[in-house]
């Protein structure tokens, strides 16, 4: 489902599902992503904020948010320290994608590392890609491995 609006995150925060979780998934926005730094700032301390953590290679974790213990990962990406609160796929109740594209029916494509296509799978909440208008076409060839979101929140 593709769902289109003036401001991208004010439509996130009014879905019930955003509103029931305690514990939420977010990124940290880079380049031409949907700008995500102040929504973040906005519900920390209200929501447990999720932040993508890179292990390796690989795999990404999802540690809790603190302002000031923020470091560049390995893509020059803000993450939190390893120090900070490991959050478990099953405790996350509501998670916001990002995406290279989206089309009108979830299908998504990141920046081609998979890190997201891997640990997707183990999250069992509502998924909710985030794009602005440019980044959405009507039709994706997904990949076997390429975890869909739930709904699609996009500019008009």
């Known amino acids: 489902m593709l769902i289109r609006t003036d401001n991208i995150l004010e439509a996130v925060e009014a879905m019930p599902d955003f509103r029931n979780a305690s514990t939420v998934l977010a990124y940290w926005s880079i380049g031409d992503e949907v700008p995500t730094h102040d929504f973040i700032a906005k519900w920390h301390g209200a929501k447990r904020i999720a932040l993508p953590v890179v292990l390796n290679h690989t795999d990404m974790e999802f540690r809790l948010y603190d302002p000031d213990r923020m470091v560049r990962g390995p893509f020059t990406i803000c993450e939190p320290s390893k120090d900070c609160p490991l959050v478990k796929p099953e405790e996350i109740e509501f998670a916001i994608i990002p995406g290279e594209r989206f089309d009108v029916k979830g299908n998504r494509k990141g920046h081609g590392n998979g890190y997201y296509d891997r640990a997707l799978p183990h999250i069992r909440c509502k998924k909710v890609g985030i794009a602005p208008s440019s980044k959405i076409v009507n039709h994706l060839n997904p990949e076997p ?12």
């Open 145 to 156: 491995w390429d975890c869909p979101v739930d709904v699609v929140v996009s500019g008009l």
